[in-house]
């Protein structure tokens, strides 16, 4: 007989019984009904329940254990009573009667509750993770993001992609966002950089003519953390030679849609091949994000000039200062009361806003201020156009048009959410498409680069050297889904000419150029063929297959939001010695004051 086991946990059923087996596990759970004691030994796999009573000699050693003490038992499958199966469980039908027991590991007292799945502070779950990821949940998700992970790889090998490494040490970027810098031993004074993305390597490998790249690559970003943002993360990082805007997209839509359709649980998913694309400029105004959720049926409208003269003097003056109007349907909301309006201009406030406007309508009697100032005759007019009802309110965001765009969108989710518009059980996703190539930059007084640098723009050099710089669109296009936005990609700028134009236009000289992207450019010089991908998050995709609502909880070992590690207590201290080696001194910031003054 093995030294631990004959089965797993989740392997034995009523064929087995009479079997002598072996079993070793957790101890998840212990009842005691008088004599009789009841354990759940749990491994990777599953659950069996274990009985000891007088007759057995394990019965004393595993009263005195512990929960999540590690055992090995011996003993004789048993069948349990009619109304003591277990449905739920894969060895519901059976019980092992424990003739013996082995303790490997006798387990103190638990930080955390391991059954139950009781909610418990995130600090604690972290400091003890390997604790934590004992929990059903937990283990659960890890293991559907191994699945997911092992799916998307062969579905991107059985596409024809070849799967690399590239370098995790590497040189610092002055694009993007901030670096983590490890300095160098072997040069005084200078760092290597962690990868924010393969991005130039993965280019260059296009460039050396292996055509069609992926990799499960991990990335690093020093910046501020949020629900669905890790400083480490993982993405399915892909590149094609020879391809259009359309060939990536029919490349990685059978990729996402068929781990969807997998791991959904049931739920529909968007069929490949009719991802919609929605240009920018679009998803701005009608849904005022380029991250929009589709499950959410409701549509902004700009409703500017309806104001343009207007009895309501606020709307008019914006209007007439170069601002918008931007317009947000509540449908159906004429059992809502005053102050689920009054509350939606409240939670406005609070999230910065100076506020939010608002028209009510009730069998087609309009109510509120904007609706008397603008007048009733005004006001149908704007439901007409929009296709509203006499029962359908509406809400009103004004200002300069990035900000009304933001809360219009942000109004939109809230609206949604609590009118119990979303629709359920669903993955919808949608490509963005056709970004603007440059923007203008308010506090620098500067046109400057909109998105990603390194993208082809519409139109190429006759575009760059004819188009007002504003109106120029890149070939660059995020995934996104139920308003997570899952990549970001484009077709690239691989001729050196285009791109000294496009950064000579945001301001960059030819020398600043080539001391910056050397390695890029020169490779260019040589020889590159036309080519695109993206990098969808593997954290963001499991995290939605998993419907959780925190990037966290998908991830086996991850940083709190301070972006510390509290189980191996990093970052940590190190030696005099250590920095040294490096040539590193470290200098303490100014410590403050109460007053807020330095001391």
Known sequence: MHAYRTHNCAALNKDAVGETVRLSGWIHRKRDHGGVLFVDLRDHYGITQVVADEDSPALEILDSLKLESVITIDGEVKARDAEAVNPNLPTGEIEVFARSVTVQSKAEELPLPVAGEQEYPEDIRLKYRFVDLRR???????MLRNQVITSLRRR????????????????????GARDYLVPSRLHPGRFYALPQAPQMFKQLLMVAGFDRYFQIAPCFRDEDLRADRSPEFYQLDFEMSFVTQEDVFQAIEPVLAGVFEEFSGG???TPAGEFPRIPYAEAMLKYGTDKPDLRNPILISDVSSHFEKSGFGIFEKIVGSGGVVRAIPAPNTNEK????FDEMNDWARR???SGLGYVTRKQGEFGGPIAKNHGPENMQKIYDELGLGENDGLFFAAGKEKEAAKLAGAARTRVGEQLELIEPDCFKFCWIVDFPMFEYDEDLKKVDFSHNPFSMPQGEMEALESKDPLEILAWQYDIVCNG????SGAIRNHRPDIMYKAFEIAGYSKEEVDANFSGMIEAFKLGAPPHGGSAPGIDRIVMLLADEPNIREVIAFPLNQRAQDLMMGAPSMVSARQLRDVHIRTVEPPKTAPDGEKA
Do not use: C, W
């Open 351 to 353: 999230e910065g806003y």
């Open 267 to 269: 739920k529909s998913v």
């Open 337 to 340: 009361s005053r102050k689920f």
């Open 484 to 487: 997570y936005e899952l990549s």
């Open 156 to 175: 991107m090998t059985d596409q024809g992609f070849s799967e690399f490494q590239t370098p995790i040490l590497g040189a610092s970027s002055p694009e």
């Open 136 to 142: 059903e949940t937990m283990h659960r998700n890890i």
